[in-house]
């Protein structure tokens, strides 16, 4: 059974930094691409941060500059740098995997695996 769980999400004022943590367990990740997704209320699910396995990264244009995603192989987690947040970045952020390999899908459909979600929440 694949598990992924989030930490790290917390209430933060707006130019703080935080850092989410994705573990995976069932099975190895090292070859697969890893991503972080964000839902905030009233909105859909949008893609932040994803990761392949040569740690090729892609980011939304939002957060581009301020967030950044890593990978460790060896541990099979994968994690988000979040800087300078701001209240906009409000969100359940989610840790998703893809079940295969191919890299660049921007859309939920695209990743087979999730965890529970973590909330991070910017006060202004």
């Known amino acids: 059974q694949v598990l992924l769980v989030e930490s790290g999400g917390s209430v933060v004022q707006a130019g703080d930094s935080l850092r989410l943590s994705c573990v995976a367990s069932?099975?190895?990740?090292?070859?697969?691409?890893m991503a972080w997704f964000r839902q905030a209320p009233g909105k859909e699910r949008e893609l932040v941060a994803a990761i392949n396995w040569s740690k090729s990264t892609y980011y939304v244009d939002s957060v581009k500059g301020r967030f950044t995603i890593s990978r460790d192989n060896t541990k099979n987690t994968v994690y988000l740098q979040m800087n300078s947040l701001k209240p906009e970045d409000t969100a359940i952020y989610y840790c998703?995997?893809?079940?295969?390999?191919?890299?660049?899908?921007?859309?939920?459909?695209?990743?087979?695996?999730w965890g529970q979600g973590t909330r991070v929440t910017v006060s202004s």
């Open positions: 998703a995997c893809a079940a295969g390999t191919i890299f660049g899908r921007v859309g939920p459909d695209g990743y087979n695996y």
């Open positions: 069932g099975r190895t990740f090292s070859r697969n691409p």
